[in-house]
C-alpha cells in the first residue's frame, strides 16, 4: 500500500512526523508534502513541496535539491493527513493522535542527526575556550505570523535561570528576532553571544539544530526547540507560559526533558483578547529547583 501524507508546516511538527513516516514506508512508498525533506530522508519516501506563505517553510523549501529526488515518481496511495487539533480536546498527546492515523505496533524510529555546522562549531570552541560548559537559550517571543502571546512564559524567569547558570556555562540565544518577531519584555543580562538577531550573525535552523547538538544545557519556552531536544535527548528545560501544558507534548518514549509550568495552568485561547491576562506566575523556588535537578540528573 502507498500513501500521501500531508504534513503540518511547523518545523517541530516535522520532527514529530518521523516515526510515522518510518513505519509506513516500510509497508509501501510515502509520498509526504513537507517543507522540510531533511527529516525524511530513507528508503521509499518522496518529498514534495507544498504550498504556504510561512518564511521559514519557504526559505527552506527554495533551492532545496532533496525534492528532486521525488522527480518522475507521481503521488499514488492513501491520502492521510496528520491532525492532532481533535486529539487535544479528547486529552490525546500528539502522538497519540497521530497513532489513531497510523498505528506503530510497537516501532519507534526517532532519530536524526543535523548536518554539522562550522558555525555551530565556532561557538562550541569558544565555550570550551571559556573553560565553560554550553547553553543554548531561546528568550519568549511573538511572532507575526503565528502569534500565540499566551504561549510565552514571563521574561523574568530566563533572567533568573541565566544568573544561576552563567558561571558554569557559556550563554547563546538563538530565535529571529526583528524578522516580524519581537521579544515579549526586556532582553535579559548575561548572554556571551547573541545569534537571535535577523541579518545579525544570525542563526538559521539547521546551524540552531547542530548548535543544540553541541550543548550541554538547553533553556527555552515551548517551540519547535522542544522536540528539537527530544530526538536530541538533550538536558533542556522549558519554562511554559500556557495554553499547551507539557504532558500531551510528551511521550513516553521520548527522552524526558525538564520543565515547570505555571499553576493553575491556562489553556488560553484568547491570547489577551477581551482583556483577560493568564496566570504565568512560577515560584522562584519551584523554577530554581526544577533547573537543578534538570542539570544534576544522570543520563
Ligand atoms: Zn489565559
Avoid at 240 to 261: I, K, T
Wanted: proline content about 7%; overall charge positive; hydrophobic content about 35%.
Amino acid at each position: 500500500m502507498n500513501y500521501i501524507l500531508d504534513s503540518y508546516f511547523g518545523f517541530g511538527d516535522n520532527i514529530y512526523h518521523i516515526p510515522f513516516v518510518h513505519k509506513l514506508a516500510q509497508q509501501g512508498e510515502v509520498f509526504i508534502y513537507t517543507p522540510f525533506p531533511e527529516m525524511f530522508q530513507f528508503p521509499n519516501v518522496y518529498c514534495l513541496k507544498p504550498v504556504t506563505n510561512l518564511k521559514l517553510q519557504n526559505e527552506n523549501m527554495t533551492n532545496n535539491g532533496l525534492y528532486s529526488n521525488s522527480s518522475g515518481h507521481k503521488p499514488n496511495g492513501n491520502h492521510l493527513r496528520f491532525n492532532y487539533g481533535e486529539g487535544f480536546k479528547k486529552g490525546l498527546t500528539i502522538i497519540q493522535s497521530f497513532e489513531k492515523l497510523i498505528p506503530l505496533g510497537g516501532d519507534w524510529f526517532f532519530e536524526f542527526t543535523p548536518k554539522p555546522s562550522k558555525q555551530a562549531e565556532g561557538i562550541a570552541a569558544r565555550a570550551r575556550h571559556s573553560k565553560k560548559k554550553l547553553c543554548v537559550v531561546r528568550l519568549p517571543s511573538v511572532r507575526k505570523e503565528w502569534a500565540c502571546p499566551s504561549r510565552m512564559p514571563l521574561m523574568e524567569y530566563f533572567q533568573i535561570c541565566i544568573d544561576f547558570v552563567r558561571q558554569n556555562y557559556y550563554i547563546v540565544s538563538v530565535g529571529d528576532i526583528g524578522n516580524q518577531e519581537e521579544f515579549t519584555g526586556p532582553e535579559p543580562f548575561g548572554i556571551d553571544e547573541k545569534r537571535d538577531r535577523h541579518f545579525v550573525n544570525h542563526f538559521g535552523i539547521w546551524d540552531v539544530f547542530d548548535l543544540l547538538n553541541k550543548a550541554d544545557l538547553v533553556i527555552s519556552p515551548q517551540c519547535n526547540i522542544l522536540p528539537m531536544c527530544q530526538i536530541l535527548r538533550k538536558k533542556s528545560f522549558f519554562i511554559y507560559g500556557g495554553y499547551v501544558p507539557h504532558a500531551p507534548l510528551n511521550d513516553p518514549r521520548f527522552y524526558q526533558v525538564g520543565f515547570v509550568e505555571p499553576n493553575p495552568f491556562c489553556f488560553c485561547i484568547r491570547n489577551g483578547q477581551d482583556g483577560h491576562r493568564c496566570n504565568k506566575e512560577i515560584p522562584q523556588d519551584i523554577l530554581l529547583s526544577k533547573l537543578h535537578e534538570t542539570i544534576k540528573r544522570q543520563e
